[in-house]
């Protein structure tokens, strides 16, 4: 066959192809003009949408508006008051919104009517646009801009076609203002579904933001996050997921995808108080300079590019820390009457000296401490003590040569991991070299482990060090601690004190290196509740009368 000419489309053909590209769906008229919104510094935004945004998608906000001599040029493609001429300001963008072009897409892929005043201007001006039509009208209406974007690909059936189900994309739209709730809390907000208000938010804290997209019973279990650069919320331990997609982030003000690394630095925050495979909530505003974030890598901007990833990634892992550090973390014993509200958590971080009571089952121990009935794992406990004491020690000594080096065999991606790793693991005394044929050879140990009496040492050492976590040194540590661990069978009041005691000192005493709890706690006022008692034992005290909440961290919204 013969080879077809090229040649340049029709400027209106190439416009019904290019159409949409900011516009393929409704949610993302709904994205970019809500960006708008906010960045004319909007304090209350409505939103509406109809027939899943395709019969409707319309957003009013009280921001400062459009003077009447820009306003036709609004719907214009390239048309944005928020960078200048120059080229350089695309490398320090300081609004959601920049392109220019979320106007224009809405006015070729539906029909686009903008009414809009400054507060000092006397009078509106109404704008009505559908493709390259555009018209420009006096009206009246408050101070403010209201976008209406109707019959959304209407004039384009094959992407009509092919749009989602309404009840879909609803789900999406609301899940999208829910993210700009939690990160712009301090607004007013409201979605409307079909004349139905599905989403409303009165200003508020990041802990009341939670509670408007996720509840009071979530928002009751937040810890507030303030570091350089960082600032939000994180989950409790004891709320958490086997999903991420309550891992909220947003840079600068804009809601985003969160890299992985970042998800990866919370989660890490939290260090052995989640169990493996779960994630917690969290809300975290990340700033940056404007010249070290570029938002013009995504069609929608909700990936940026960040300048300095690993460092911000640090930063969030210490803020994390820094908030989980500050609280006490003992979780409430199962509730005993039906409808009670979580015990909110005191208002400080310190461990009680526990008082042993007794043994139950041969594995728990019962204590009191504060005025309160104490709960305690003693194997989880024992665990944590022996973690951490074995992670004071490691190095403390010089390394044990062992009297003969030990060949074992490693499998191509262990022996790919010692490579990587060998300087790090002979730093705290573990020298392992490869031998070749798929061998290693095991030359010393640290002092601190050399003498553990537990199964197989050297080749759970090994594994744990050449395994696929991003800490080996904690890996080994918290692998050696379980074994020896105090087991059901072997408790007794003497060593059920040593290990209160034990726990006592620890430095992070509410969870195993698994992220099992170690202790939960009973107050004798929820005791009284479920008892029906009314009196003396119903006034607060032990850790019932101490604060129910640590400062800056908002009002309780539980209604307990």
Known sequence: MTSPDIHVLPAHVAR????????????DVARELV?????????????????????????????????????????????????????????????????????????????????????AQVGACEVLAQG????????????????????????????????????????EVTALLGRYVLHHPGLHWRLTVDGEVRLTHAPSDYRGAVASVYGPLSANRVLTVSGE??????????????????????????????????????????????????????????????????????????????ADLPGV????????????????????????????????????AAFPALTLLGVYQELYLLAQGEGDLWVVDAHAA????????????LGAQAPAELPEPELLHLTPEQL???????????????????????LARL????????????????????????????????????????????KAGMLDEARGQAVLDALAGCEHPWACPHGRPTVLRLSERDLAHAFGRRGARDVPRGRDAAPVRAPDSGPDVSGS
């Open 443 to 486: 030359r010393t140990l640290p002092a601190a482990l050399a003498p553990l009496n537990v199964p197989r040492l050297h080749e759970q050492i090994v594994e744990c060090a050449l395994g696929d976590g991003p800490d080996p040194r904690r890996d080994v540590l918290a692998r050696l601690a379980c074994a020896p661990a105090l």
């Open 313 to 348: 990634a640090a930063r969030v892992r210490a803020a994390v820390a820094a908030a989980l550090s500050a609280h006490p973390l003992a979780r409430a014993l199962p509730e005993l009457r039906p409808g009670a509200q979580p015990t909110s958590a005191p208002g400080h």
């Open 132 to 171: 390259e039509d555009v018209q420009v009208a006096r009206a009246s209406a408050p101070a403010g801009t209201t976008v209406t974007v109707r019959n959304l690909f209407a004039r384009l059936p094959g992407r009509l076609r092919t749009q989602a189900p309404a009840a879909s994309e609803v789900r």
């Open 35 to 119: 960006d708008n919104a906010l960045d004319a510094g909007a304090t209350r935004v409505d939103v509406e949408v109809d027939g899943g945004g395709l019969r409707l998608v319309r957003v009013r906000d009280n921001g400062t508006g459009i003077p009447a001599g820009s306003v036709g040029l609004a719907p214009l493609r390239h048309a944005t008051s928020k960078l200048s001429p120059q080229a350089r300001s695309v490398e320090g963008v300081t609004t959601l919104g920049f392109r220019g072009e979320a106007l224009w897409a809405a006015a070729q892929a539906g029909e686009l009517h903008v009414v809009s005043r400054p507060a």
């Open 16 to 27: 019904l192809i290019a159409a949409g590209e900011v516009v393929s769906r409704p949610l």
């Open 229 to 306: 650069g960082v600032r939000g919320v994180v989950s409790r331990p004891e709320l958490t997921r086997a999903r991420r997609d309550r891992m909220h982030v947003s840079v600068n003000g804009r809601p985003v995808l969160a890299p992985p690394e970042l998800e990866r630095a919370v989660i890490e925050g939290f260090g052995e108080l989640l169990p493996a495979g779960v994630a917690p909530l969290c809300v975290l505003d990340v700033t940056v300079a404007p010249g070290d974030h570029n938002p013009n890598v995504h069609p929608a901007k909700q990936v940026v590019a960040l």
């Open 416 to 438: 790919a991991r010692l490579h990587e790793r060998g300087p790090e693991l002979q730093g705290w005394g573990l020298t392992l070299e490869d031998f070749g044929a798929g």
């Open 382 to 393: 024992h665990e944590r003590a022996l973690f951490e004491h074995l992670t004071r020690t």
